[in-house]
């Protein structure tokens, strides 16, 4: 089975401060891990993803994110924060070996920048 | 490529209502999922098709719902007998066969139950 859980249903920071946004994963193999965000009635757009190549993944609007085995983590972070990504975010896992590969997904952080 | 696209975006509805809704995936994904996401919640997987086959449906969330996929194009997903539990986002996702773990989800359809 897998799982991730997402730390702090609810984060603010101040613009232009650092973005770290939490997720731990269960997974009896290697897994796949995603961040995607959410806009306010919108889907769901991929930020970034580790497929088991580099364990620093850098993705779209200057985020990044460290797959750290040892932890089980999966942290997405961002140097300096924008009022534009105010939004929920939400971390995901799925394996190779999971021949539909159904995303299994965290209940989300919702992130709040103020000025 | 203009991307998932789903319709209706929204849709109210009253309590033992059917529904119906329609997901067009990238033109050249094999294959198609469905998602619901409740308020605060994250997206939980329904069932997915590859081409016309549904390859997994034991997620389905009760036998009110069922989906196809009849051509391999298009997809809809139905719910008989709505009830107010039922009211959610109902998001669609397609891939390649090759790359399944590179989803493109759509815009979702939300769906209130009165």
């Known amino acids: 089975a897998q799982s991730v859980t997402q730390l702090g249903s609810h984060v603010s920071v101040s613009e232009g401060a650092l973005v770290l946004l939490r997720c731990n994963y269960s997974s009896s193999v290697p897994p796949y891990l995603f961040w995607y965000v959410q806009y306010p009635n919108q889907g769901l757009q991929l930020l970034l993803k580790?497929?088991?190549?580099?364990?620093l993944v850098k993705g779209i609007n200057g985020f990044e994110a460290e797959f750290k085995k040892s932890e089980t983590s999966f942290h997405l972070t961002k140097p300096s924060a924008h009022m534009s990504d105010a939004a929920e975010y939400f971390c995901?896992?799925?394996?190779?070996?999971?021949?539909?590969?159904?995303?299994?997904f965290g209940t989300g952080t919702s992130l709040t920048v103020i000025p | 490529d203009t991307g998932v696209s789903q319709d209706p975006r929204h849709k109210i509805t009253k309590r033992g209502q059917n529904v119906t809704f329609r997901c067009d995936p990238i033109?050249?994904?094999?294959?198609l999922y469905w998602y619901r996401q409740t308020l605060g919640q994250g997206p939980e997987f329904l069932t997915y098709f590859q081409n016309e086959a549904q390859l997994e449906k034991s997620r389905l969330l009760s036998n009110r719902f069922s989906a196809e996929r009849p051509k391999g194009s298009f997809s809809t997903l139905e719910i008989q007998r709505t009830e107010q539990g039922d009211s959610a986002m109902y998001l669609c996702?397609?891939?390649?066969?090759?790359?399944?773990?590179?989803?493109?989800f759509g815009p979702g359809t939300r769906l209130t139950v009165t």
């Open positions: 995901a896992v799925t394996d190779a070996t999971n021949t539909g590969n159904q995303f299994y």
């Open positions: 996702a397609s891939s390649l066969e090759s790359r399944t773990y590179e989803q493109y």
């Open positions: 580790y497929t088991s190549a580099a364990t």
């Open positions: 033109s050249e994904h094999n294959r």
